[in-house]
């Protein structure tokens, strides 16, 4: 139990990945986790321990956490990292693609925190504390268009993280939420797969900024390898702060939020998206 425990989810590739790789650095015992294995083995071919792990099948969520504690004992820190991006209109979005949206954004990392907390608190009683990071986004504190479902998603992780972090204060578990502006990943690419325009949408005039909207956050955006080294520093503090922003506008756009008057703020995203010269 010498050596700090952290088990990441989501770690195939992005900010994921990138942590994974950086709390190795700095001496921690990582348990890197991912739906598909073989995108783990560039993490395991530098030492990181890998499992397998679907966040949205609680039989997998289990199983990497008897894996955690038969090889640790206890968790240190919990990063849940692992969610997507839809893109699309909102009335273009069925029942499904909504469930999804949340199963895996918010629904997922509160079964994944429920199932560690055991291990979470073995951690507080023998150091004293232990931390949970669900990683939100910048679009959790506002909204564009093309995006709702994933900002929404990410509203409900921050509130729930909210309410989380007064909850297990108590138990001596520091809660932390990570928003990430920019940052330069396949993220992009995941977003473009995961576009929705059916063929009776009344937003193919559009389509050229939905499209823009999946790839709105990888113009100039912030290497995840250096947006990373903010966040460890940030969690690997005594106290961790409540809220860990990085990346590009991660702090441009939340302040114009909060100063613009709404029609304003409104205008300049639907002038980014091609919606200001729409004429249906």
């Not at 990945?17 to 986790?33: D, I, N, S």
């Not at 932390?176 to 005039?205: M, N």
């Amino acid at each position: 139990m010498d050596k700090h425990t952290v088990l990441i989810t989501g770690c195939s590739s992005g900010i994921g990945a990138a942590l994974a790789l950086e709390m190795h650095r700095r001496g921690w015992q990582v348990f890197a986790t991912a739906r598909r294995p073989a995108a783990l083995q560039p993490l395991a071919d530098k030492g990181l321990h890998t499992l397998p792990l679907d966040v949205n099948d609680d039989d997998s969520i289990s199983q990497a956490l008897r894996a955690v504690a038969a090889q640790a004992g206890q968790l240190d820190m919990l990063v849940n990292n692992a969610g997507f991006s839809q893109v699309g209109a909102v009335v273009d979005l069925t029942r499904e693609d909504l469930r999804r949206q949340y199963e895996t954004n918010v629904i997922a990392p509160v079964a994944v925190t429920r199932a560690a907390l055991p291990l979470l608190r073995k951690a507080v009683a023998a150091r004293g504390n232990a931390t949970i990071a669900n990683v939100g986004s910048i679009v959790g504190t506002f909204t564009t268009p093309f995006a709702g479902a994933y900002c929404s998603s990410k509203a409900a992780l921050h509130a729930l993280s909210d309410a989380l972090r007064m909850e297990l204060a108590p138990l001596g578990i520091h809660m932390v939420t990570i928003q990430p502006g920019g940052i330069r990943s396949a993220f992009g690419d995941h977003a473009e797969e995961g576009l929705t325009l059916p063929a009776d949408s009344l937003y193919h005039p559009v389509e050229k900024g939905i499209r823009a909207r999946a790839q709105a956050g990888q113009q100039g955006a912030t290497p995840a390898e250096e947006f990373v080294q903010k966040v460890a520093d940030g969690l690997l503090q005594e106290r961790p702060p409540a809220i860990i922003r990085g990346g590009k506008n991660s702090l441009r756009l939340p302040l114009m939020k909060k100063l613009l008057p709404m029609a304003v703020f409104d205008n300049i995203l639907a002038k980014n998206f091609g919606l200001d010269r729409w004429k249906p």
